[in-house]
Structure formats: structure tokens, C-alpha cells
């Protein structure tokens, strides 16, 4: 079932869904929130992250703001904790000294407020209203707890101690049929009218033009990242852009964090296990300033989002932008590397049946990509339904990533979705694919 076609299904297929959407997210909240003892879920593992029973409260007071007392118009909960998480009134540094809900209040908590959403949505009208029209408000919520279990797998990254998380290994690589793909200059649907759980920022559609180019099949992968460690690449003032020099000066960059090296090998630390780095797989865990710099120690430069989405969607057979690279259908294993399954990238082309119409590969899932462009609102933009979450975020400090990680799950994944971070974050599943502009005899390819 896709997006789109939840617009055509009855209300009461339409709920099941929703109820199911809502107990995936919650059982992967579940899932790491148990994974360690009451310590370390009320311990800071890092002054970049909230500690895990911050996100935890987090999640179930957006879902009681929105679902119990907008869309429900049911009495609070706990209205006197809504400041606590309250994401702008504090900082992520200062969250651990707040009076936080303890591990054991949090999750009731967070099960009451889940008890009463599932009641509002049976009595809820799933049109009518802009808010709750298709399940959107629903949808948001669902989405937002998926975001939270992706800042707290990065918790989990940053904590340090015995493993507590495991998962199959991801599905073999193989090699691309050329390691670049020609993308034809021209206009194309950039955005979505049509996803009914579409965020603000991803509104409207917009034809956008963009000059011919060529996009690398895969993603960077860790083999082609350490030839550029190997280079110098992060001794030479060259590559970088003066803000990335001073930040690569300052912050003392060397290597991808959680990388180590060990005699003639790179290791890495993921989720407390010390494993050689995967040739194959795409380099993670590097910021902004990385990127950038690789992508012109390699001739290259980052792609633009308008050019990283008309790359995943643009079908030139017909001129259509579809909802995924493979075509409309929602996401499935078989397509990418999603939702935690593997708890790593996977190597590149493990996911043939993922690639785009015009030949790019490991556009959705594995490591989100970094892309030259900052979070700007598209031409129509109109908040909804709070600035917060994307509207305050507009302007030059945060750059735009697109595609989704390994962590991130379906429902928060789109080739419209825009996620955004500072240039120097490299705690978040982010790598980057490099591209360059065409000369006018390429267009004969
Ligand atoms: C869209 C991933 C940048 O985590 O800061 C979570 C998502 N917004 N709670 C973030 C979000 C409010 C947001 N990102
Ligand atoms: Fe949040």
C-alpha cells in the first residue's frame, strides 16, 4: 500500500494502518530504550544528545500536545511537564540537570498518552479538518517518534561500554556498471502535493530546472574515503573551504569519527564493537566540511538537492518524478537498506531492485547525503502546522541531507524528505555521493 493510495482507502483501513505505523515506531522506541539499565537511560552520553529518557518523555508528550489535546480535545495528561520537553526551552546539554520523568515514569507515562491516541483515532473523521486530513496529524507524530529513535540509535553510537545492540549483517555488494551516471539538463517536478503525510518543507511541487550533470552511481565509500586520508587529504588547506579549514584546524579532524588506526588498518567502534572499516561500504559519520573537501580533492563537488532529487526520481521515459527511485511503491527490503534492520550501511549495490530509472544507486537508505545546498523553503512555502519544525530552521546555518540512513524508517523517508544539520555534525549516519557539471559533448552519451 502506498502513501497515495491511503488517500483511496476507507477510514477503517486507513486506522489499522495508522495503529500499525504508531506500534512500529513505539516498539523501536521500546527496543532501545530497554537495551540499557536505568544508568545510562538518565545518564548524557554526549553534550550533543539528550539523555535516552529525555527522547523517550519527548515522544510521548508531542503525541499527547497533538494527538490527545488538539486533535482529540481531551484534558491534559501532564501539563506540567510540557516545558521539561519542550525542545527549545532547553538545551540538549542542559536536559540532564532538568527534573526529568524517571525511566519508570516516563514509560507510563508515554503508555497512557498511547492508551487515549488510540481511542481518539477511532473517533477521529480522517477529513474535514486540514490537520487530521488522510491521518496527517497521525502521520507526523509517527514520524517524529521515528526521528527521535534515530537521534537516540546515535545516542547509542556515542555511548561507550559493553555492546547492547545486534543485528544481521546486510546483503552483499556489487560492483556499478560505470562508476558515474549522466543526468540530463532540463525541468522536473521537484517536492509533493500528493504524499498526504508529507511535511511542510517538502511543499509544494515546483518545477525545477537544473543544468546536465553527472552524479557517482554510489555513494563515497570508505575504500575511495581512505585514499583521501591516505592523500593528505586533511593536511592540504586546498580541499577545504576556509570555515572547513577552521574547523578541521580546530576541531583536530583526522579520519571519519569513531575510526581508529591499528598498524596498517582503519577499525571503527559501532555500537561497542571494534570491526575492521568496510571497504565497500559508505563512509559515515563525516560532516559537512569532510564532504566538501573530499568531493574537491576528487575534481568533484556535492550535488545540489535539486540535482540529488532529480537524480533519484526523473524518469526520462516518461518525464514523471516518481515517489521513490524504483517507482511508487513504498519501501521494502528487497529495495534499501532501512529502519535499523542491519544496524550498519550496507556495501554498495546490495539493493539492485532500488536503483533510478536513470541508473543511481543507494539513493534511499544506507547513509544520508550531504548535499551543497542550504535548508531554504521552496517557492509557496506555508508553515504547517507549527514553525518549529521546519520554518525557524530556514536560512545559511543548516545544510540540507536527503535520501535517509540505515537507521532511518520508511515512514520518515522520501525522495521529497529534507532533513537538515549543522556543517560540523558528524554524529548523525551521514555520508555524502559527489557530482560535476557536464561539458556540452557529454550530452551525446
Ligand atoms: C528533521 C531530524 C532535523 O531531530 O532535530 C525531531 C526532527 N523535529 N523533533 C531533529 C525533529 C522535532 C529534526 N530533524
Ligand atoms: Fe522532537
Redesign the pocket.
Known amino acids: 500500500m502506498t502513501a497515495i493510495e491511503t488517500l483511496r482507502h476507507s477510514p477503517e483501513q486507513l486506522r489499522v494502518r495508522i495503529a500499525e505505523e504508531l506500534d512500529r515506531a513505539r516498539n523501536r522506541s521500546i527496543t532501545l530504550t530497554d537495551a540499557v539499565d536505568r544508568e545510562d537511560l538518565v545518564r548524557q552520553h554526549s553534550p550533543l544528545m539528550s539523555p535516552l529518557v529525555w527522547d523517550y518523555a519527548?515522544i510521548g508528550n508531542?503525541e499527547e500536545l497533538w494527538l490527545v489535546r488538539d486533535v482529540g480535545g481531551r484534558e491534559p495528561v501532564r501539563e506540567d511537564i510540557d516545558n521539561l520537553y519542550d525542545?527549545f526551552a532547553h538545551k540538549r546539554a542542559d536536559r540532564p540537570s532538568l527534573p526529568l520523568l524517571g525511566p519508570d515514569e516516563a514509560r507510563s507515562y508515554v503508555a497512557e498518552v498511547r492508551r487515549k491516541v488510540l481511542d481518539v483515532l477511532e473517533r477521529t473523521p480522517l477529513e474535514g479538518r486540514r490537520l487530521t486530513e488522510a491521518g496527517f496529524a497521525f502521520g507526523m507524530i509517527v514520524?517524529?517518534e521515528q526521528?527521535?529513535v534515530?537521534?537516540m540509535l546515535a545516542t547509542h553510537q556515542l555511548r561507550v561500554g559493553a555492546p547492547v545492540l545486534d543485528a544481521p549483517a546486510p546483503p552483499p555488494g556489487r560492483a556499478p556498471a560505470s562508476d558515474e551516471v549522466y543526468v540530463p539538463g532540463g525541468m522536473f517536478l521537484m517536492g509533493t502535493d500528493l504524499e498526504p503525510w508529507a511535511l511542510d518543507n517538502e511543499r509544494p511541487a515546483h518545477a525545477v530546472g537544473v543544468e546536465p550533470f553527472w552524479i557517482d552511481a554510489d555513494p563515497v565509500t570508505n575504500a575511495q574515503y581512505i585514499a583521501f586520508v591516505e592523500a593528505g587529504g586533511y593536511d592540504d588547506e586546498r580541499w577545504w573551504t576556509p570555515a572547513g579549514w577552521a574547523h578541521r584546524q580546530a576541531a583536530g579532524l583526522a579520519a571519519p569519527q569513531f575510526w581508529h588506526r591499528d598498524g596498517d588498518t582503519w577499525r571503527r567502534t559501532r555500537f561497542g564493537h571494534v570491526e575492521e572499516v568496510p571497504p565497500q561500504e559508505p563512509v559515515q559519520h563525516v560532516c559537512w566540511y569532510e564532504a566538501d573537501a573530499y568531493a574537491r580533492w576528487a575534481g568533484k563537488r556535492l550535488p545540489t538537492e535539486a540535482e540529488w532529487e532529480k537524480a533519484a526520481r526523473y524518469d526520462p521515459a516518461t518525464g514523471r518524478s516518481l515517489r521513490y527511485p524504483w517507482g511508487d511503491d513504498d519501501p521494502t527490503a528487497a529495495h534499501a537498506n532501512l529502519a535499523g534492520a542491519h544496524l550498519q550501511p550496507a556495501p554498495v549495490g546490495a539493493y539492485p531492485d532500488g536503483v533510478s530509472p536513470l541508473g543511481v544507486r543507494g539513493l534511499i537508505g544506507d547513509v544520508w547525503e550531504w548535499t551543497s545546498s542550504d535548508f531554504t523553503p521552496y517557492p509557496g512555502f506555508a508553515m504547517f502546522p507549527y514553525p518549529?519544525?521546519?520554518e525557524v530552521?530556514f536560512g545559511s546555518d543548516?545544510k540540507v541531507l536527503r535520501g535517509g540512513a540505515w537507521a532511518t524508517d520508511p515512514s520518515a523517508c522520501r525522495t521529497t524528505f529534507?532533513?537538515?544539520?549543522y556543517p560540523i555534525r558528524r554524529q548523525?549516519f551521514a555520508g555524502f555521493r559527489c557530482a560535476r557539471n557536464a561539458r556540452p559533448e557529454d550530452a551525446d552519451v
Open positions: 519527548h508531542q525542545a514520524q517524529h526521528q527521535h534515530e537521534t518549529e519544525y521546519s530552521f543548516y529534507r532533513n537538515w544539520d548523525i
